[in-house]
């Protein structure tokens, strides 16, 4: 049974730090790796998808990595502003292709 | 921008009341996904629609709740009757029929509190 884990759960960070969420995963035969972001009783924003075949996904100030081997994976974010506080989850889609998620990374950007 | 829609946005109900959900994925999308979110955690998988067909509901409590894609179309999510611990944000979801990405768009969700 896939198991995802994200570390820290919290993070406070002023802005224009570069910062990095990290998620893993127990089962390394995934077929690609989601990371979204939520905003306070909102709904769920994909902001970048890794394919299993690929190492690395970037859009804007946004980079996520893959390394499947080691069930790892990370979402770097640069130059941090205050619209970035959010919590961002991370999700491991199986053969099932139903997304197992961890409980997040509660992100805040002080001014 | 194509968006998966979902009604109510938010739902305050009496314990051991009926309630539905509804979801209208985004146009073409053959398959649906009804999520759970309980505060503080990431979201769950209740049910997995491929067309009007129930792919994957092992994990609905289906003394309690129930789901419907009719058409193939939009869906339902039904709760009877709703208990303390249904209040959650029921998320629905959908991916097109493709395969490769397999990426999932998500709806705004419906905030569900039982009373």
């Known amino acids: 049974k896939q198991e995802v884990t994200q570390i820290p759960a919290a993070l406070s960070v002023p802005e224009g730090e570069n910062l990095v969420l990290n998620c893993s995963f127990t089962?390394?035969?995934?077929?690609?790796l989601q990371w979204f972001r939520q905003d306070p009783g909102k709904g769920l924003t994909s902001l970048l998808l890794?394919?299993?075949?690929?190492r690395e996904q970037t859009s804007g100030r946004l980079n996520a990595s893959l390394d499947k081997s080691s069930g790892r994976s990370t979402l770097y974010i640069a130059a941090s502003q205050p619209g970035d506080s959010a919590t961002y989850l991370c999700?491991?889609?199986?053969?099932?292709?139903?997304?197992?998620f961890g409980k997040g990374t509660k992100l805040t950007v002080n001014p | 921008e194509a968006e998966v829609a979902q009604s109510p946005r938010y739902k305050i109900t009496e314990k051991s009341q009926a309630v539905a959900f509804w979801c209208d994925p985004i146009?073409?999308?053959?398959?649906l996904y009804w999520y759970r979110q309980i505060l503080g955690q990431g979201p769950e998988l209740l049910v997995q629609?491929?067309?009007?067909?129930?792919?994957?509901d092992s994990q609905l409590p289906k003394d309690r709740f129930s789901a419907e894609r009719l058409k193939g179309v939009d869906s339902t999510l039904k709760i009877q009757p709703a208990e303390l611990g249904d209040s959650a944000m029921y998320l629905c979801?959908?991916?097109?029929?493709?395969?490769?990405?397999?990426?999932?768009?998500f709806g705004p969700g419906t905030r569900l509190t039982v009373t």
């Open positions: 890794i394919q299993s075949s690929q």
């Open positions: 146009s073409g999308h053959a398959t």
């Open positions: 629609f491929q067309d009007e067909s129930v792919v994957d």
């Open positions: 999700a491991a889609q199986g053969g099932s292709e139903k997304l197992v």
């Open positions: 979801a959908s991916s097109p029929r493709t395969s490769g990405r397999n990426e999932q768009y």
């Open positions: 089962d390394s035969a995934i077929y690609n």
